[in-house]
C-alpha cells in the first residue's frame, strides 16, 4: 500500500496503490495484484464527499485529471461537489496492467486470469478503496461499462453507495447477450440509413471499398490487410455525438492515400492498445451465459447480404486471425467465448436497493439500447431518469450532462 501526494496548479492528486486478491471470492487463493487509484481535489474541497468514477470499456483505465487531451470535461463540475476518484479498473493503467507480455504464461492461464476482471470483482476492489480512504460511504459515476459495474455495485453492496449517477449504463440485467447485440443491429441499421441520407453518395463509396477490403486491397500502416468486416466497424463511431465526422471525412479519402490508411486504422473501435476491450468485450453482457461469439451469431440478415450497413461493437472472431495486434490473443478470445459466465447481476437486489441519484439514457444509444436501459430503471425508482435525443453514448465527454444529472439529482431546476 503506497500514497503519493502532488499539488498541480490548484488540484490536489493522492496517487494510491492498493494491494488486492485477484480472487475476492476465494480466500485460499494467494494470488494478488496492485489497484491503482487517483483522489484529484480543489484547493478548498477537503471535506467534500467523494465520488468514484468507473469508466466505459471494459478494458480501459480512468482519464487523467491534468493531461489537455485525456482531462475529463466535466471534471470541474465534479470537483464543485466532491472528491473525485479517479480508478483505474483492474488489468488496466496501474492497476497490474493485462498486456501482449502476459501471453507468455500461455493462453490458458490468461483467459483464467481475465475471468477474475469483471464488474464483480470491481465493486470488491471500490470496497477496498472505499475503507483506505476512510469514507462510510460515497457516490458512483459510471459511464457506459462502468454503468454495468454500478449495476454490480448494487447487486451486492448498494449500502455503500449515496447517489449514483450513470449515464449510458444502463445495462440489461436478465436478458441473454444475443437478445443484445440483436437490438444493437437494429440500432445501426437507423444510424447507417441515417448517414446515407444525409450523404447518398458515400453508400456507392462504402460499396467500392468493401470490394477493395474483400479483395485484399487494404491494408494498414501495422500491415493488417483489412477484411470488410473490419472495414464496416468504423460504423461505431456514429455513436458519438460527431463521430458522423469521422466516417465522412474518412470515406472522402483516396483509398490509396497515406491520410485513408491511418485514419482508418484510428477509426476502427478495436486496437492493440486495449487487448482486454476485444478479448473481454461480450463478457460485459453476459450474466450467467456462455456468449460463444453472440455479435457474430446474431447478425441480421439484410446485414450480410447489405455490405454497407455498418456495424458497431460488434466483434468477431474471424479477427483474430486478421487484425495482426489480436492473432496473439486468439486462443485467450476463444476460451472466453466458451467461458460460462457467471450470474452478476441480481435484479431482486437492485430493486431493494433504495438507490437515489440520476440517470442519462440517450435515444439513439447504438451500445447500451435504449428499449433495455428503460426496462432497468423501472428498478430503481429512486433513480431520476433523463431520456434524450440530445446526445449520444459518449454525451458525458461532450457536453454538460454530470451538470444535468446532479441538478436533477439535487432536485433543482434543470439548466
Same mark, same amino acid.
Given at each position: 500500500?503506497?500514497?503519493?501526494?502532488?499539488?498541480?496548479?490548484?488540484?490536489?492528486?493522492?496517487?494510491?496503490?492498493?494491494?488486492?486478491?485477484?480472487?475476492?471470492?476465494?480466500?485460499?487463493?494467494?494470488?494478488?495484484?496492485?489497484?491503482?487509484?487517483?483522489?484529484?481535489?480543489?484547493?478548498?474541497?477537503?471535506?467534500?464527499?467523494?465520488?468514484?468514477?468507473?469508466?466505459?470499456?471494459?478494458?480501459?483505465?480512468?482519464?487523467?485529471?491534468?493531461?489537455?487531451?485525456?482531462?475529463?470535461?466535466?471534471?470541474?463540475?465534479?470537483?464543485?461537489?466532491? #472528491? @473525485? &476518484?479517479?480508478?483505474?479498473?483492474? *488489468?488496466?493503467?496501474?492497476?497490474?496492467?493485462?498486456?501482449?507480455?502476459?501471453? /507468455? =504464461?500461455?493462453?490458458?492461464?490468461?483467459?483464467?486470469?481475465?475471468?477474475?476482471?469483471?464488474?464483480?470483482?470491481?465493486?470488491?476492489?471500490?470496497?477496498?478503496?472505499?475503507?483506505?480512504?476512510?469514507?462510510?460511504?460515497?457516490?458512483?459515476?459510471?459511464?457506459?461499462?462502468?454503468?454495468?459495474?454500478?449495476?454490480?455495485?448494487?447487486?451486492?453492496?448498494?449500502?455503500?453507495?449515496?447517489?449514483?449517477?450513470?449515464?449510458?449504463?444502463?445495462?440489461?440485467?436478465?436478458?441473454?447477450?444475443?437478445?443484445?447485440?440483436?437490438?444493437?443491429?437494429?440500432?445501426?441499421?437507423?444510424?447507417?440509413?441515417?448517414?446515407?441520407?444525409?450523404?447518398?453518395?458515400?453508400?456507392?463509396?462504402?460499396? #467500392? @471499398? &468493401?470490394?477493395?477490403?474483400?479483395? *485484399?486491397?487494404?491494408?494498414?500502416?501495422?500491415?493488417?490487410?483489412?477484411?470488410? /468486416? =473490419?472495414?464496416?466497424?468504423?460504423?461505431?463511431?456514429?455513436?458519438?455525438?460527431?463521430?458522423?465526422?469521422?466516417?465522412?471525412?474518412?470515406?472522402?479519402?483516396?483509398?490509396?492515400?497515406?491520410?485513408?490508411?491511418?485514419?482508418?486504422?484510428?477509426?476502427?473501435?478495436?486496437?492493440?492498445?486495449?487487448?482486454?476491450?476485444?478479448?473481454?468485450?461480450?463478457?460485459?453482457?453476459?450474466?450467467?451465459?456462455?456468449?460463444?461469439?453472440?455479435?457474430?451469431?446474431?447478425?441480421?440478415?439484410?446485414?450480410?447480404?447489405?455490405?454497407?450497413?455498418?456495424?458497431?461493437?460488434?466483434?468477431?472472431?474471424?479477427?483474430?486471425?486478421?487484425?495482426?495486434?489480436?492473432?496473439?490473443?486468439?486462443?485467450?478470445? @476463444?476460451?472466453?467465448?466458451?467461458?460460462?459466465?457467471?450470474?452478476?447481476?441480481?435484479?431482486?437486489?437492485?430493486?431493494?436497493?433504495?438507490?437515489?441519484?440520476?440517470?442519462?439514457?440517450?435515444?439513439?444509444?447504438?451500445?447500451?439500447?435504449?428499449?433495455?436501459?428503460?426496462?432497468?430503471?423501472?428498478?430503481?425508482?429512486?433513480?431520476?431518469?433523463?431520456?434524450?435525443?440530445?446526445?449520444?453514448?459518449?454525451?458525458?465527454?461532450?457536453?454538460?450532462?454530470?451538470?444535468?444529472?446532479?441538478?436533477?439529482?439535487?432536485?433543482?431546476?434543470?439548466?
Amino acid at each position: 500500500m503506497s500514497t503519493v501526494v502532488r499539488r498541480l496548479q490548484d488540484l490536489i492528486v493522492e496517487e494510491h496503490t492498493l494491494t488486492v486478491p485477484l480472487v475476492w471470492s476465494d480466500p485460499s487463493d494467494a494470488r494478488t495484484i496492485d489497484i491503482f487509484a487517483r483522489v484529484v481535489t480543489r484547493e478548498g474541497g477537503e471535506a467534500l464527499p467523494y465520488l468514484v468514477f468507473l469508466q466505459g470499456g471494459p478494458g480501459h483505465e480512468a482519464p487523467r485529471p491534468f493531461h489537455s487531451s485525456t482531462a475529463p470535461v466535466w471534471l470541474d463540475e465534479a470537483l464543485a461537489h466532491h #472528491r @473525485l &476518484v479517479l480508478l483505474d479498473q483492474r *488489468g488496466t493503467g496501474l492497476s497490474s496492467p493485462v498486456g501482449d507480455d502476459d501471453l /507468455s =504464461r500461455g493462453a490458458a492461464a490468461v483467459a483464467e486470469h481475465l475471468t477474475h476482471l469483471r464488474a464483480d470483482a470491481i465493486v470488491r476492489d471500490c470496497e477496498a478503496v472505499r475503507e483506505h480512504l476512510g469514507a462510510a460511504t460515497w457516490s458512483v459515476l459510471g459511464q457506459s461499462f462502468g454503468g454495468f459495474t454500478t449495476l454490480a455495485y448494487l447487486s451486492t453492496d448498494a449500502d455503500s453507495l449515496d447517489d449514483v449517477f450513470i449515464t449510458g449504463g444502463l445495462s440489461t440485467v436478465v436478458r441473454h447477450p444475443d437478445e443484445v447485440y440483436a437490438l444493437c443491429y437494429d440500432k445501426m441499421r437507423v444510424a447507417s440509413e441515417r448517414y446515407y441520407r444525409r450523404f447518398p453518395e458515400h453508400r456507392d463509396v462504402m460499396r #467500392r @471499398l &468493401v470490394d477493395r477490403a474483400a479483395a *485484399g486491397e487494404i491494408v494498414l500502416p501495422d500491415g493488417e490487410i483489412v477484411s470488410p /468486416s =473490419r472495414l464496416r466497424s468504423v460504423g461505431s463511431a456514429l455513436g458519438t455525438n460527431d463521430g458522423w465526422q469521422t466516417v465522412w471525412s474518412l470515406l472522402e479519402r483516396d483509398p490509396r492515400s497515406n491520410a485513408f490508411r491511418y485514419d482508418l486504422m484510428h477509426a476502427m473501435p478495436f486496437d492493440g492498445r486495449n487487448p482486454m476491450y476485444y478479448a473481454f468485450h461480450e463478457s460485459s453482457y453476459a450474466s450467467g451465459h456462455a456468449t460463444r461469439w453472440s455479435a457474430e451469431r446474431s447478425e441480421p440478415d439484410d446485414f450480410r447480404e447489405d455490405v454497407t450497413l455498418f456495424t458497431g461493437e460488434h466483434i468477431r472472431r474471424e479477427w483474430t486471425e486478421t487484425v495482426p495486434a489480436f492473432r496473439p490473443w486468439r486462443e485467450v478470445a @476463444l476460451e472466453l467465448a466458451e467461458f460460462e459466465w457467471q450470474r452478476i447481476y441480481d435484479a431482486d437486489a437492485i430493486a431493494a436497493s433504495g438507490a437515489t441519484g440520476a440517470a442519462a439514457v440517450y435515444v439513439d444509444d447504438v451500445y447500451v439500447p435504449l428499449e433495455f436501459s428503460l426496462e432497468t430503471a423501472r428498478l430503481l425508482p429512486g433513480v431520476k431518469l433523463w431520456v434524450t435525443s440530445e446526445h449520444e453514448h459518449n454525451g458525458l465527454r461532450s457536453g454538460p450532462v454530470l451538470t444535468h444529472l446532479i441538478d436533477l439529482a439535487q432536485g433543482r431546476r434543470v439548466r
